[in-house]
């Protein structure tokens, strides 16, 4: 099989070597000539078989991911596919799948999850699309899941749109699940009554309830940077999280600790605190989020992750 993939950034680029080491062939297009196979988009549908085309793109949602979508839709022709493995807004899918459909283009759209750590541990995938499309494309589901059953890392959520839908309440959860251990450090930090803040959190990872990955990270986190007094405590919202605030308060559902922990986001950017730092500190550790030093005021700055929660 020979796939291509636009984007080659902090996951894009993972995500290549992992497909490539599972025996796929793999053309890559990146606008950094430093990490590209080819040098446009014309010469990355060129190498692929006509016909029987895949082109995965990983960039950033939004209008970067329009323009991508509608320049392959100008190269692609009949029985082509294209998975949008961005986290894109989920009711987009569907204007994408129509633009590529007049062309004969199958669509796919795949939440990813794993960030910079999905090389080694594989990425879970949530995936929307007709099932015979999913089908064809399942070899490049296999090589970029986790080990195990497919079951427990692959899932083909639904019909168009329902892989990011099912990617946006998974980012919102883990909004929650952040903000929870954040919390949690800061009252251990609070008491002087504990004094191995970090020991206790550590000694939670096997046996406890509470343990976790993200928990792991942020263990990891303390023993880079104990207190972490090196990072400010500014946290960034990349749009997921609000996009699950609005579809349950659309839906009337009930979401108030999804709800509270993207305000406590906002809180973030207007006064210091200890449970924010945590947050920064955990999405640098889990996707190589810029962070800002510690002192600094204003937004962050630098180029966004292609893949950002």
């Known amino acids: 099989m020979h796939i291509g993939l636009v984007g080659l950034g902090k996951m894009g680029a993972n995500m290549r070597s992992r497909i490539r080491a599972a025996g796929i062939e793999v053309t890559g297009y990146d606008r950094n000539p430093d990490v590209t196979d080819v040098p446009s988009l014309e010469a990355l549908v060129e190498a692929l078989p006509a016909g029987e085309r895949v082109v995965w793109v990983m960039v950033p949602s939004g209008e970067i991911t329009d323009a991508v979508v509608h320049d392959l839709a100008g190269l692609l022709t009949t029985g082509d596919i294209l998975i949008d493995g961005g986290n894109s807004y989920y009711q987009d899918d569907k204007m994408h799948a129509e633009i590529l459909a007049e062309k004969g283009v199958d669509f796919l759209d ?5 960030g910079v750590w999905g090389l080694e541990n594989g990425y879970g995938l949530m995936v929307g699309g007709d099932a015979a499309v999913v089908a064809k494309v399942m070899p490049v589901f296999d090589a970029l899941r986790p080990e195990g059953p497919r079951d427990e890392g692959f899932v083909h959520a639904g019909m168009v749109g329902a892989g990011h839908f099912a990617k946006m309440v998974h980012n919102g959860i ?8 954040a919390e949690g450090y800061e009252l251990l930090a609070a008491k002087d009554l504990v004094t191995d803040v970090h020991g206790t959190m550590r000694a939670w990872q096997r046996g406890t ?19 972490l007094g090196e990072i400010d405590d500014w946290v960034e919202d990349s749009g997921e999280g609000r996009w699950t605030v609005d579809e349950a308060i659309d839906l009337a559902v009930p979401a108030p600790v999804i709800s509270a922990s993207l305000f406590a ?7 210091e605190s200890p449970a924010m730092k945590a947050v920064a500190a955990l999405r640098q550790q889990f996707g190589g ?8 005021t204003g937004p962050v700055t630098g180029t966004p992750p292609a893949q950002s929660v």
Do not use: C, I, N
Request: net charge neutral; charged share 20%; proline share 4%.
């Open 110 to 114: 795949a939440g990813v999850s794993g």
């Open 209 to 227: 309830v509470v343990r976790s990955w993200l928990l792991e990270l942020l263990v990891k986190a303390l023993e880079q940077d104990p207190g």
């Open 265 to 271: 986001r906002f809180a973030s950017r207007q006064e």
């Open 174 to 181: 883990e909004y929650g699940l952040m903000q929870a251990y």
């Open 289 to 296: 989020h810029a962070v800002k030093p510690a002192g600094t």
